[in-house]
């Protein structure tokens, strides 16, 4: 994919703790610029924030003394996307605008995003410091006002900050905010979605998509079933699905599938992983990488693993749950 060479703005709120850390940003006006102004973020007055957000916005921005931080109005401005973040409200930015679906997954440049965030106590009031927890709890509790800790993680679930109308999530603690869910997508209860990862289209997603993965329209991740991400082992080559895929239920893959494929329930295909094909060769997984109108099997008798030309089509999504 191109890496995407525009700038970025954002107006919203920033969390600010005692100390001056951010902890987070939420961008409400967000867009691409062709030319943007010198990167950096600014204060905005309330003026400024109810000029950009409208009237609901007044009075958000306050010192919160449960959590003891400052919610202050911002604006963040990127030179150019294709520059590694310079940090949390820039690194937030660049969340939001996969989660708006403003860029697509891979075309905008994350290096260094761990080394910037913070780590945070997600709670239903908010980011909170882990180290100030303790202390909220009590106050909060005092006051007669839930306090829960849904996650003590660098990155937040991207419904707190970014929910289109046109998915379904049926775990919103399964969705990273960065991730990039086209219209028509669900996600039941066990799927999965990193950041900077996500689907092109109308997709049924009921296993994982690690950061860096792109799955193509129409295409299923069966129950249990995974796909090699970017983030562990040293991985660097991304994976992508094709479109009209199924990944079987406890499936997974190491390698990109092209177009119409399938990967039979059971079967881990990685890129070292020996496959015999009709004509019995047998090839490293790898060298199919990305190929069309496969399917992926375990022979049930010999056990090797295979890789046959598609002859039927298996039914596809069903177009009253993606619609």
């Known amino acids: 994919m191109t890496m995407e060479l525009r700038g970025a703005r954002g107006e919203g709120f920033a969390t600010i703790a005692a100390d001056g850390r951010v902890l987070d940003s939420w961008f409400l006006q967000l867009s691409l610029v062709e030319e943007a102004g010198k990167a950096a973020t600014v204060r905005l007055t309330t003026d400024e924030i109810i000029g950009s957000l409208g009237e609901p916005a007044d009075g958000y921005a306050r010192h919160d003394d449960i959590r003891n931080v400052d919610i202050v109005p911002i604006r963040t401005e990127i030179d150019s996307l294709a520059s590694a973040p310079t940090d949390v409200h820039d690194a937030y930015l660049r969340l939001h605008l996969l989660s708006h679906r403003l860029v697509q997954p891979n075309c905008l440049n994350l290096d260094g995003i761990f080394g910037l965030l913070p780590n945070v106590a997600w709670t239903t009031l908010g980011p909170c410091e882990c180290c100030r927890v303790p202390e909220a709890q009590m106050v909060a509790r005092k006051r007669a006002l839930a306090f829960e800790v849904t996650g003590v993680d660098k990155f937040p679930r991207m419904t707190d900050y970014v929910t289109p109308a046109d998915v379904r999530i049926?775990?919103?603690?399964?969705?990273?905010?960065?991730?990039?869910?086209?219209?028509?997508?669900?996600?039941?209860?066990?799927?999965?979605?990193?950041?900077?990862?996500?689907?092109?289209?109308?997709?049924?997603v009921e296993g994982r998509i690690s950061a860096g993965v792109v799955v193509g329209r129409g295409s299923d991740v069966g129950g249990g079933a995974s796909i090699m991400g970017t983030l562990s082992g040293g991985g660097k080559e991304r994976i992508t699905v094709g479109e009209r895929c199924l990944i079987g239920a406890n499936a997974g893959i190491g390698i990109s599938l092209g177009d119409d494929c399938v990967v039979e329930a059971g079967c881990y295909v990685t890129a070292g992983a020996r496959i015999l094909l009709e004509d019995g060769r047998v090839l490293k997984a790898k060298e199919l990488s990305g190929q069309k109108g496969l399917l992926f099997r375990r022979n049930s008798q010999s056990g090797a693993l295979e890789a046959t030309r598609r002859t039927s089509n298996w039914d596809g999504l069903n177009s009253q749950l993606h619609g």
């Open 170 to 204: 049926a775990d919103a603690d399964r969705v990273r905010l960065g991730a990039y869910l086209a219209p028509g997508t669900t996600v039941m209860h066990e799927g999965f979605c990193n950041f900077n990862a996500g689907t092109l289209g109308p997709c049924m």
